[in-house]
Nanobody, 119 residues
Framework: QLQACGGGLVQAGGSLRLSCAASGRTFSSYAVGWFRQAPGKEREFVSAIGWTSNIYYADSVKGRFTISRDNAKKTVYLQMNSLKPEDTAVYYC???????????????WGQGTLVTVSS
């Protein structure tokens, strides 16, 4: 089970840190991805981190977002800096056995947390 939190309202240029907390004994062996879905748009990949800490970022967030994991706390973080209005979306975390960009490769999904960036 995954629990995403940390969303909120922030002005453009601001920062937020999202957290994805997991339950279960095998968290450290799972890849965790962040995805987002803006109103009227399809879900898109944001970032992912593998169990060996390999990392992927979408081009749209490279240099602004940083993903990290703390296996002892069973938590993955997404530090989001220099936020833009186009980053506004519901952000979801997901976990799966293999590090992937495609959302279909993840078995477990959190409930989502809303990020709103005002201009």
């Amino acid at each position: 089970q995954l629990q995403a939190c940390g969303g909120g309202l922030v002005q453009a240029g601001g920062s937020l840190r999202l957290s994805c907390a997991a339950s279960g004994r095998t968290f450290s062996s799972y890849a965790v991805g962040w995805f987002r879905q803006a109103p009227g748009k399809e879900r898109e990949f944001v970032s992912a981190i593998g169990w060996t800490s390999n990392i992927y970022y979408a081009d749209s967030v490279k240099g602004r977002f940083t993903i990290s994991r703390d296996n002892a706390k069973k938590t993955v973080y997404l530090q989001m800096n220099s936020l833009k209005p186009e980053d506004t979306a519901v952000y979801y975390c997901a976990a799966g056995p293999i590090l992937r960009i495609a959302g279909t490769g993840y078995d477990y999904w959190g409930q989502g947390t809303l990020v709103t960036v005002s201009s």
